[in-house]
């Protein structure tokens, strides 16, 4: 059973900083490509960065190009997002996302809320 599982959400001040994890079980997370999408209220969700199963293959959205880091550690089976200087624009349910044998499973979200 493929389950996906972020943590690392919170309310933090523009400018600031947050660190994103996912927690991957259930499949060969090695051998997968993964994904961070978001959600900001009354917008459509979408994609903010992506990995290749190796890490060597990343591409960002632009809006968080030069501010986001993603990461995986495949011996941990984690993927990881840097957040830093964050906008209110930022301000989102943010999603762990892996494409198993041409399925899409999602995590439940972490929320980030960026606010003076």
């Known amino acids: 059973q493929v389950q996906l599982v972020e943590s690392g959400g919170g309310l933090v001040q523009p400018g600031g900083s947050l660190r994103l994890s996912c927690a991957a079980s259930?499949?060969?997370?090695?051998?997968?490509?993964m994904r961070w999408y978001r959600q900001a209220p009354g917008k459509e969700r979408e994609a903010v960065a992506r990995?290749?199963?190796?890490?060597?293959?990343?591409i960002y959205q632009d809006s968080v190009k030069g501010r986001f880091t993603i990461s995986r550690d495949n011996d941990k089976n984690a993927m990881y997002l840097q957040m830093n200087t964050l906008k209110p624009e930022d301000t989102a349910v943010y999603y762990c996302?892996?494409?198993?044998?041409?399925?899409?499973?999602w995590g439940k979200g972490t929320s980030v809320t960026v606010s003076s």
């Open positions: 990995i290749s199963s190796s890490g060597t293959i990343i």
């Open positions: 259930g499949f060969t997370f090695s051998r997968s490509t």
């Open positions: 996302n892996a494409l198993v044998a041409g399925l899409d499973y």
